[in-house]
């Protein structure tokens, strides 16, 4: 073995030690994160719900109140600097130039938890999302041996964070891969693959249980064709979701003076709270109580208007929420559309056509079918609900579903709210 052959070697074995450490570091620190998040925010989202519920007022005081702090914050202790959300990650992966800067890290865990606690109709996924591809990115810059890997540990902080949220290693890696990288090199599987281990390592040591408490037994073959028209919907729900962001954040970017957008923003989430309580903030607390009674609901003229606005609404509440000034993205917004869309259905097709399907099973995939076209990224959305779930009983119907909507979705709008330019959006 030459001397330059041995040199070239053990570089290699170094570069190897200390990706495998840097990834451990994410991966623990992205978790971390998400966790933490993830905890206070369901603990204040409860209290400040309740004390809405208990209190109407507060379904008015609340929005106003959260969108203001959060714009003062943003003003003022992060010096007049926007989040851009996902669309950033695009941004700094495509250049080598750019970086995602430190102050993201709290500057998306402080306003993502403000939005959702306080009312705003998204969630903190989006927030988790950048947090930990920024802790990726800090991480980057520490070592000059990882120039060539920016977007591997981004993708690391990125595919940790979605575990710790979602309990599903593989959906985090696959979100990375299907909306992030698009492509796989063995930098991205080492990273990768120790920092999702090192993620769900953490929340099982912490015994984080899956978000819905449901059980699911079996499925019907001759439920094929109204899961077919479920996808078909699915996709034009998310087509909707996806236009309405769009068209709500450019009619808000006209209006000069800011706080216009807290007032009227703030004015229509309050409204829309006070008709339709379930939009509160990410809406699992909806969704969880409906699982429980699914089949003890009879579809009556009161409830079906119910599902009907929950869907009309929750697409525009959604996007006034970020558009004047929130932090959040379409994940939980996706998973509540789809949820809603897939109990209408099976109750409608129970009631009029008694058919016998299980509402339950249409509501699971449903929360799949919206959020693979919402996002373009049906694998993600299928391990991503069986983890929020820890049940894959309906692998093979969320699969069919999941890749219908998605598909359904790009040939009426071939973007997502993550891909479009502005100027397409116009």
């Known amino acids: 073995m030459t001397s330059t052959t041995r040199i070239k070697r053990n570089y290699q074995f170094i570069k190897f030690q200390k990706l495998v450490i840097v990834s451990l570091l994410i991966g623990f620190l992205s978790a971390f994160l998400g966790v933490i998040l993830k905890k206070v925010t369901e603990h204040y989202e409860e209290i400040f719900f309740s004390k809405a519920t208990t209190s109407p007022i ?22 007049k600097k926007e989040n ?4 950033e990650i695009f941004e700094i992966t495509n250049t080598k130039s750019k970086n995602l800067p430190g102050y993201k890290i709290p500057s998306h865990f402080i306003n993502g ?11 903190i996924e989006v927030s988790t999302v950048v947090a930990s591809a920024t802790i990726g990115s800090v991480a980057q810059r520490k070592e000059n041996v990882f120039r060539q890997c920016k977007t591997e540990l981004i993708c690391a902080g990125v595919a940790a964070g979605v575990t710790a949220l979602f309990g599903s290693p593989i959906a985090g890696i696959l979100f990375a ?20 281990a090192i993620a769900f390592g953490l929340i099982f040591l912490l015994d984080e249980k899956p ?16 899961f077919i028209l479920l996808g078909i919907l699915a996709g034009l729900n998310s087509v909707y979701l996806t236009r309405c962001v769009l068209f709500f954040k450019s009619q808000f970017s006209r209006i000069n003076t800011h706080y216009y957008k807290i007032l009227i923003g703030s004015a229509v989430l309050s409204i829309s709270l006070f008709l339709f309580p379930q939009l509160y903030g990410e809406g699992y607390h909806a969704i969880k109580t409906v699982f429980g009674n699914t089949n003890e609901i009879p579809l009556t003229i009161t409830l079906a208007f119910t599902f009907f606005g929950l869907l009309i609404l929750k697409p525009i509440v959604t996007s006034i929420t970020l558009a004047s000034g929130g932090d959040g993205g379409v994940f939980a917004p996706s998973l509540f559309i789809g949820a809603f ?10 009631t009029f056509l008694n058919v016998g399907v299980i509402p339950i099973n249409f509501m699971i995939i449903g929360m799949a079918a919206v959020l693979s076209a919402s996002i373009h990224a049906p694998f993600t959305a299928i391990f991503l609900v069986c983890g929020l779930t820890n049940n894959y009983t309906l692998f093979i119907p969320l699969f069919a579903v999941s890749l219908i909507s998605k598909y359904t979705a790009k040939m009426i709008y071939p973007y997502t709210v993550y891909t479009i330019s502005p100027s397409m959006a116009n």
């Open 341 to 350: 869309l897939g109990l209408l259905v099976a109750s409608l097709l129970n």
């Open 211 to 226: 978000l819905f408490t449901v059980t699911i037994t079996t499925w019907h073959l001759k439920a094929i064709p109204y």
């Open 113 to 123: 938890l403000l939005t959702v606690v306080f009312g705003g109709s998204t969630g």
């Open 177 to 196: 891969f299907e909306v992030i990288s698009k492509k796989v090199t063995k930098a991205f599987l080492i990273s990768n693959l120790i920092a999702v």
């Open 58 to 79: 507060f379904f008015i005081v609340f929005p106003i109140f959260g969108l203001s702090i959060i714009y003062f914050l943003r003003e003022y202790l992060f010096k």
């Open 84 to 87: 851009k959300g996902i669309k």
